[in-house]
Nanobody, 126 residues
Framework: QVELVESGGGQVQAGGSLRLSCVVS????????MGWFRQAPGKEREFVAG????????HYGDSVKGRFTITRNNAKNTLYLQMNSLKSEDTAVYYC???????????????????WGQGTQVTVSS
């Protein structure tokens, strides 16, 4: 069973930066689209960013475009999320997720992803 482990969360002041990492177990990381989602208290899980298996195409939620960057290192089985110009509304638990189907990228709804990490807390203070 695949395991996803996020790290890099913490508390930062508005305008600051954080870099999240997600290490994925197994040998199939390179074959799957990956994504980052977030969930704030009392809110639904929200898509943040996605990247196809080759890393050649990325997609972002409207609220983070121009501020966040998703990348991946297939040799290290690791997914990254560089977050700049953080705002208080970015406060949430951030989850990395693995797409259900290999070599495919369609929509970026939570139901499209079959494996999830445990989440890492990001808190932005104003």
């Amino acid at each position: 069973q695949v395991e996803l482990v996020e790290s890099g969360g913490g508390q930062v002041q508005a305008g600051g930066s954080l870099r999240l990492s997600c290490v994925v177990s197994g040998r199939t990381f390179k074959d799957y689209t990956m994504g980052w989602f977030r969930q704030a208290p009392g809110k639904e899980r929200e898509f943040v960013a996605g990247i196809i298996w080759t890393g050649g195409n990325t997609h972002y939620g409207d609220s983070v475009k121009g501020r966040f960057t998703i990348t991946r290192n297939n040799a290290k089985n690791t997914l990254y999320l560089q977050m700049n110009s953080l705002k208080s509304e970015d406060t949430a638990v951030y989850y990395c997720a693995k797409y259900r189907v290999a070599y495919y990228s369609g929509t970026y709804q939570p139901a499209d992803f079959g494996s999830w990490g445990q989440g890492t807390q990001v808190t932005v203070s104003s």
